[in-house]
């Protein structure tokens, strides 16, 4: 149980383009989701924190306009990269808490490398 | 001071060896504590959840919270080489709040 998806795996796109991520809850609903981020060798840094019908909470230095987040079920939460740039490249993971224990479950990960 | 520390390592053992992985924290609010173990470009998995003080064992894992000394323990017995990944001490101070992470260990078990 408790498996976490994410769509795409990679992407690798052009510089100032938009590009879209999702994590999944697959077998179990989740009202609440994570978004971070990670460099090479460093650990994850939370980037934000999305409520199913709810406005994204950002942490400081991230920036909302450019990091768009929508949590539109218990199920799905999309981040979108709007207007993306190289320093932009990194690897994206969600993680989904799961009830009764509030664990958090994370997903594969998306490797974002922007031309 | 961090609010987690975690020695990044490299840990380097032989096969069967027992590894101890440790983390500190100063957070004294913390409650709930995880380790999870990512592969390289993979999601971190998480390995064992402990609420509170005490010890836990799953298998060749056991986790080990103090939280008198804020330190917390995660021990691998009979270590394999599919056990090299990198391995992330977590904890929060409520349920549903953001876990802070330390910067993980990265372990090679050389068969």
């Known amino acids: 149980g408790a498996v976490v998806s994410q769509h795409p795996s990679r992407v690798i796109c052009k510089s100032g383009t938009s590009v879209k991520i999702e994590c999944r809850s697959l077998?179990?609903?989740?009202?609440?989701m994570f978004w971070y981020r990670q460099f090479p060798k460093q650990s994850l840094m939370l980037m934000a924190t999305?409520?199913?019908?709810?406005?994204?909470?950002?942490e400081q230095g991230v920036e909302k306009d450019k990091f768009l987040i929508n949590h539109a079920s218990l199920t799905l939460s999309t981040l979108t990269v709007t207007s993306a740039h190289p320093e932009d490249s990194s690897f994206y993971i969600c993680?989904?808490?799961?009830?009764?224990?509030?664990?958090?479950?994370f997903g594969p990960g998306t490797r974002l490398t922007v031309l | 001071q961090k609010e987690v520390e975690q020695d990044p390592g490299p840990l380097s053992v032989p096969e069967g060896a027992i590894v101890s992985l440790n983390c500190t924290y100063s957070?004294?609010?913390?409650?709930?504590f995880m380790w999870y173990r990512q592969y390289s470009r993979k999601g971190p998995e998480l390995l064992m959840y402990?609420?509170?003080?005490g010890n836990k064992e799953d298998g060749r894992f056991t986790a080990q919270v103090d939280k008198s000394s804020k330190y917390i323990s995660l021990f691998i017995r009979d270590s394999q080489p599919s056990d090299s990944a990198t391995y992330l001490c977590?904890?929060?101070?409520?349920?549903?709040?953001?876990?802070?992470f330390g910067k993980g260990t990265r372990l090679s078990v050389i068969a």
């Open positions: 993680s989904a808490m799961a009830a009764p224990t509030d664990t958090q479950y």
């Open positions: 077998d179990f609903q989740a009202t609440t």
């Open positions: 999305s409520n199913e019908g709810s406005k994204a909470t950002y």
């Open positions: 957070n004294s609010a913390f409650q709930y």
């Open positions: 402990t609420y509170s003080s």
């Open positions: 977590a904890m929060s101070a409520a349920g549903n709040t953001p876990l802070v």
